[in-house]
């Protein structure tokens, strides 16, 4: 039952891409907002809601391991394994939008967590208003900055014949066939890592995390296929932002997170912002401003060496 459950789940996942990124397309057009904003906002915001139910029914059940895991182990996902796999597939061009605004916030975000977690070993209802109020303010002005200077890479013809009730509909039926499709993932998955008797944090990490990024993975996947690569890089920073703004600072606002397992947790957050820099330090190599396919490679095989290090450390 367990199998039935990750391949029907895999298979929601793909059509819920698919829908997502073709209503995220037109929308940018009818908005007149650039591809990355709609990746950053709309698209992210859809294919990480699965971390947000995960997270906030995890931290209401008392298992604060999962909560607060899913998210990190979900944000290294989202570059080493989702981004790694994406530009293996195809070259990704970067807008230099990415080293102004994108990078240095999600670095920010990474680093206040980070703060958060190390000073009392917990996340306060105040301390997730910050997060969550941060976010707010980050979107606003993302969508009061950023005009769409891409228009003729879009098919504009095709997209002016899309009426709104598809638009909405498409959207609709990514965003639900995505979350559902996520939770026949997790549910199987998890059933079949308790099998090997693992630890809540080592579940969380790995298996959760990257149900709950296999929506991220599609929605990419999709968006490279499509040629529209602003969305994927877009919808995987502004997921990873998300996670942390909206993720944790909800979950927060409703239940203060403990930290448990607090050693390990502290590798998987180093984990996370070395990720974080690795991909900028990257950009800069030849070839600048690209994410190559050898660049997707050692991304690719450093998520498989944590992988490996999560089920082997003691």
């Known amino acids: 039952m367990s199998v039935i459950f990750v391949l029907l789940g895999l298979t929601l996942l793909s059509v819920g891409g698919d829908f997502l990124v073709r209503g995220s397309v ?4 009818r908005l007149n907002l650039s591809k990355m904003v709609i990746g950053m906002t709309v698209v992210s915001f859809a294919t990480s809601a699965p971390e947000l139910l995960v997270s906030l029914n995890a931290a209401l059940d008392g298992a604060s391991a999962i909560a607060i895991n899913n998210v990190v182990g979900s944000n290294i996902a989202n570059i080493g394994l989702v981004l790694g796999l994406t530009g293996m597939v195809g070259l990704i061009a970067v807008d230099r939008s990415f080293f102004r605004l994108n990078w240095p916030t999600m670095m920010i975000f990474s680093f206040v967590l980070y703060y958060f977690i190390q000073n009392d070993g917990m996340i306060s209802r105040l301390e997730g208003l910050i997060l969550f109020t941060a976010l707010v303010a980050f979107v606003l002005f993302l969508l009061r900055t950023k005009s769409n200077p891409d228009l003729e890479e879009v098919d504009q013809i095709v997209l002016a014949e899309v009426s709104l009730f598809k638009l909405i509909m498409c959207l609709v039926i990514g965003g639900a066939a995505l979350y559902v499709g996520s939770e026949f993932l997790v549910t199987g ?4 890592a308790e099998a090997f008797n693992v630890s809540e944090t080592v579940i969380s990490v790995s298996v959760v995390a990257i149900g709950t990024s296999v929506p991220e993975l599609a929605t990419s996947l999709i968006s490279v296929a499509k040629k ?9 920073i502004g997921s990873n932002i998300f996670n942390i703004g909206a993720v944790l600072g909800l979950t927060a606002m409703i239940i203060p997170i403990q930290v448990t397992e607090a050693e390990a947790l502290n590798v998987n957050l180093i984990w996370m912002l070395a990720y974080a820099v690795a991909v900028a330090l990257m950009l800069l190599l030849p070839k600048r401003m690209f994410v190559t396919r050898s660049k ?5 095989v ?4 944590f992988m490996y290090l999560t089920f082997n450390t003691p």
């Open 302 to 305: 450093a998520y498989l060496i």
């Open 228 to 236: 529209e690569k602003a969305i994927s890089l877009g919808n995987l």
């Open 296 to 300: 997707g490679l050692v991304l690719f």
């Open 189 to 192: 998955a998890i059933d079949l």
């Open 26 to 29: 037109a929308l940018s057009f």
